[in-house]
């Protein structure tokens, strides 16, 4: 099974400043997914990078709010931009295995005040 | 819009007791299914995965059932456990990439 790490595990930012969130994975995959869990609530899919290629953004998020990049097989960023405090979430990087069985980072916990 | 629901969202039970959780989603033409636990302020652990084909999954004292026509998956809990306490969560997928993920429940076991 995949290991993923993800860089910071948390963070408190001010509002209208950026965050860039790294993940990490131990073996070469196509696909890596962000995930946003806000408090108390459930997982919503901000996109999908593909390496190569531009995210595939879901409905609800823009490029301009979260960049994503995706230089490698193992590697991804996802940018929170001019933060307000409805960002404060959970951002959680994902990467399905051959088995169809999703793996995910242990997250990152951002406050922004 | 793809949902999923889970019910109850939360749960209490005592040290010892067998308990069962439920997952339904508004459409039956899934790739797989999947069961997560999270603690606290913590990232997802993958508990099992259902294949589209299968009916139940079993690992240690979990078992996971899945009926596609009805929209349904139970994941059963056998002699629950102190350290079983954190919120569970299903996910489904229909790609066998994204997952859509239901609303959790929040189990508590009392010693």
């Known amino acids: 099974s995949a290991v993923i790490s993800q860089k910071p595990s948390r963070d408190i930012c001010q509002r209208g400043t950026s965050l860039t969130i790294q993940c990490q994975v131990d073996?070469?995959?196509?696909?890596m997914f962000w995930y946003r869990q806000q408090p108390g609530q459930s997982l919503t899919l901000i996109a999908t990078?593909?390496?190569?290629?531009?995210?595939?953004?879901e409905s609800g998020f823009v490029i301009d709010k979260f960049p994503i990049s995706r230089p490698n097989l193992t590697f991804s960023t996802l940018t929170v931009s001019n933060m307000s405090p409805e960002d404060s979430s959970i951002y959680l990087c994902?990467?399905?295995?051959?088995?169809?069985?999703?793996?995910f980072g242990p997250g990152t916990r951002l406050t922004v005040t | 819009k793809q949902e999923v629901t889970q019910i109850p969202a939360a749960l209490s039970v005592p040290e010892g007791e067998n308990l069962v959780l439920n997952c339904s989603f508004t459409d039956s033409a899934i790739y797989n299914l999947q069961w997560f636990r999270q603690d606290p302020g913590k990232g997802l652990t993958s508990l099992l995965l259902?294949?589209?084909?299968?009916r139940e999954q079993t690992s240690g004292r979990l078992n996971a059932s899945l009926d596609k026509s009805s929209g349904r998956s139970t994941l059963y809990i056998a002699a629950s456990q102190p350290g079983d306490s954190a919120t569970y969560l299903c996910?489904?997928?229909?790609?066998?990439?994204?997952?859509?993920f239901g609303t959790g429940t929040s189990l508590t076991v009392i010693p």
């Open positions: 259902i294949q589209s084909s299968q």
């Open positions: 996910a489904v997928s229909y790609t066998g990439n994204q997952f859509y």
């Open positions: 073996s070469q995959v196509t696909m």
């Open positions: 994902s990467v399905p295995q051959a088995s169809g069985e999703q793996y």
């Open positions: 990078a593909n390496q190569g290629s531009e995210a595939t953004y």
